[in-house]
């Protein structure tokens, strides 16, 4: 089973990798691929390049086993829809990949490109840390009755780590220390390349 982790990365920090560790222990995945965003749907054009991000997730997660970074969304370029990430995993991998998302992301599934297709395609690893379960549970009953828990999605709760990008970027932009927030190497990376300041 591979488990695929997507998102901005901008910057990658602990909370990211403490989630997808926990997670694949929790489930038994063999690996989890972080997939760096192109650009994101929905959100303002990233702060750091593709190539800084891609850089940073590959310094985060080289000393842990269970880690892979995989380049997809970076190469493909464009505006990065899960839709069209699946449908390319599910052709070379032959079975439907499962993708790690958010509760609150999960929760506005239906206003993402092509959900019933992305749904034919996909499996989820839904991640919770304000107990929210019950609320996703209505919600797929409401906008995708054929999805089945624990075959279509699996529904975990995970340790609450109070920590975001967008802050990690406005400390760096005030000049303010990030350590402990980023893998060393990530912190070492953004202050030799200038990145958010």
Known sequence: MKLFFGGS???I???HLIVARDVLEALG?????FLPAHQAPLKEPHKASAEDRYNMVSLA????QG????????ERG?????VDTARELYKSLGEK???LVGADSFLSLHLWKNPNELISLARFVVIDREGKWQEVKSYIKEHFSKLREEKDFHFVSVRRV?????EIRERVKKGKSIKWLVPEKVEEYILARGLYE
């Open 78 to 82: 464009g505006v990065s829809y899960t």
């Open 9 to 11: 990365f901008d910057p």
């Open 61 to 64: 997660i080289e000393s842990f």
């Open 29 to 33: 995945f063999e690996k989890v691929f």
């Open 97 to 99: 990949p499962y993708f």
């Open 13 to 15: 920090h602990i909370g």
């Open 162 to 166: 109070d920590i975001s990008s967008t």
């Open 67 to 74: 880690f892979e970074i995989n380049k997809m969304e970076i």
